[in-house]
């Protein structure tokens, strides 16, 4: 079933390039501000077709119409998102206010407890704040589902806590494997004619190093960063249908 | 409606409806800017000559002689403080006009026809806002004045803090409340306007004005942070500091300022649209 998740959502965000430049370019634009509501908006449309849907290999890209409407509900991603965020925060807050009344092997001690205690609440807190953006979504966007507790962990009940943090994990392996090999491949292209370069002069070999750097970030940025974006919202979207 | 957040994205949408009274409205701002800005060099200009006379006689300024002011300058400023406070009132009473539509549900922006309606309208808006805020200013003045220790009038201002909060919240449903029945009674009828507040949903209600202050802050925050470019550009360009700045401060009047008070008024009339359902 995971598998099938992770096919879908790889071919799903394949389909338009031309989507994946245009998410780029706002990206680019992104020091302005509103571009990254825009940005969590389009990945929250993305979570919204899936929930909607089913693994079929034929729903469409989101489009880009209704700016402002994307701008709105990236604003809601992004305060579901710091809400949540905010518990593991305070927690390791706690921990270390506590700690410095402590002395020093009661201290490292509570600390280290803290963080282990601070990295589980945290995954639970990323996997609710998930959940509940796309049951926003199942909701038609009622601001307050994304925190409904009961519910949520209901619904993540259903689909096994197990499975879901399987499918996390695949998707951050997925993720770091795609970006990697990627750049790894542009890198060693331009390696190869670099030292060919060298054969002709010192300077074309440097030339060609920075244009190769420069073609890395930029299909970094144009092409595999929103790709990736739309694959994880994609992938989280699907795992939210899989309950029975 | 599905969500209440759809009323935010009509709010963003509505200005757009009509470009010409959007910059009708941002006119007003523009001057408004202009004159504080104005206002603000003036002022300057008192202080500079103040303390000149504090330097060079070695005397304080309660000392100045009336004769040794300089009187032209604080004319100017008292007059100047006055046009913007009139003209801050035409806005206010432009935006009792959009709570009106938006509570009718009307897609097009009010007109500028009638000038002293609007000016009765705004001195009404004006009146309800000094109202509502008068209670947290008295305690904010009597902790200034009675709290003489830092903690005390840190206490004390803590509690007006809370105070301007609770009455904003207030304040949002009862200019609706008065705006709808038309009669400013009803700004102080508080049972009617918790009334409405609860059928609405507390916790919806002050998620809602939150939401939307939230949204405003990040327009305004993204805006201001292009417009800091500009300044940085304009200054270079033009070698007079003050029209560098003026320029910019009439931009954001004309098309910032009109757009984020539209919209933060039209949102508030449809809250309470959605409240009386």
Redesign the interface.
């Known amino acids: 079933m995971i598998l099938e998740i992770y096919k879908d959502a790889l071919e799903y965000s394949a389909k338009d390039w031309k989507t994946l430049v245009l998410l780029g370019v706002i990206c680019l634009f992104s020091f302005?501000?509103?571009p990254i509501?825009l940005i969590a908006g389009y990945n929250y449309r993305v979570v919204s077709n899936a929930v909607h849907g089913i693994i079929n290999g034929r729903d469409p890209l989101p489009g880009f119409d209704d700016l402002?409407?994307m701008?709105?509900d990236g604003?809601?991603v992004v305060?579901v998102q710091i809400a949540y965020l905010i518990v593991p925060v305070i927690l390791f807050l706690i921990f270390a206010f506590i700690a410095t009344y402590l002395n020093d092997m009661a201290a490292v001690v509570l600390v280290i407890i803290g963080s282990l205690i601070t990295l589980v609440v945290g995954v639970i807190a990323y996997l609710m704040s998930q959940m509940g953006l796309c049951h926003m979504a199942y909701n038609?966007?009622?601001?307050?589902k994304a925190f409904e507790l009961r519910e949520i962990k209901e619904i993540i009940d259903e689909i096994g806590w197990f499975k879901c943090i399987l499918t996390y994990c695949g998707l951050i392996i997925i993720t770091f494997v795609i970006s990697t090999v990627v750049s790894t491949i542009i890198g060693a292209v331009f390696t190869v004619f670099g030292f060919s370069g060298l054969l002709f002069s010192a300077e074309a070999a440097s030339g060609i190093f920075i244009f190769g750097m420069l073609v890395n970030w930029l299909i970094s940025l144009f092409i595999v960063g929103p790709y990736l974006g739309i694959f994880n919202s994609r992938s989280i979207g699907l795992l939210y249908t899989m309950q029975i | 409606m599905?969500?209440?957040?759809?009323c935010?994205?009509e709010g963003?949408?509505y200005p757009f409806n009509d470009i010409k009274k959007l910059l009708g409205l941002g006119v007003l701002f523009a001057l408004i800017s202009a004159l504080s800005t104005f206002i603000s060099t003036q002022s300057f200009e008192v202080s500079t000559i103040t303390m000149n006379f504090v330097e060079n006689a070695n005397g304080t300024v309660s000392q100045m002689a009336s004769s040794q002011l300089p009187t032209g300058n604080i004319y100017l400023i008292i007059g100047l403080s006055v046009l913007s406070f009139i003209v801050s009132l035409f806005i206010l009473g432009y935006q009792y006009d959009i709570v009106k539509f938006a509570i009718d549900k009307k897609p097009e922006l009010p007109g500028f026809n009638d000038v002293i309606d609007l000016f009765v309208k705004g001195i009404k808006y004006f009146i309800v806002v000094v109202a509502y805020n008068v209670i947290p200013m008295i305690v904010l003045f009597a902790g200034m004045v009675f709290g003489g220790d830092v903690s005390v009038m840190m206490v004390f201002i803590l509690i007006s803090v809370v105070l301007f909060i609770i009455a904003y919240f207030l304040l949002v449903m009862a200019i609706n409340n008065m705006v709808a029945h038309d009669s400013i009674k009803k700004a102080f009828d508080f049972k009617e306007i918790t009334d409405n507040i609860a059928n609405f949903g507390w916790?919806?209600y002050v998620?809602i004005i939150i939401?939307t202050v939230?949204?405003y802050v990040?327009?305004m925050?993204?805006v201001s942070?292009?417009l800091s470019f500009i300044t940085v550009a304009l200054s270079i360009a033009i070698p007079n500091q003050i029209i560098a700045i003026s320029i910019v401060a009439i931009i954001e009047g004309l098309f910032i300022d009109s757009y984020a008070s539209i919209f933060f008024n039209r949102v508030c009339g449809s809250i309470y649209r959605e409240s009386i359902k």
């Open positions: 302005l501000l509103l509501f402002v409407d701008f709105v604003v809601k305060i038609e966007g009622v601001f307050s | 599905a969500s209440i957040t759809d935010v994205v963003l949408k916790g919806k998620g939401f939230i949204v990040i327009i925050v993204a942070f292009v």
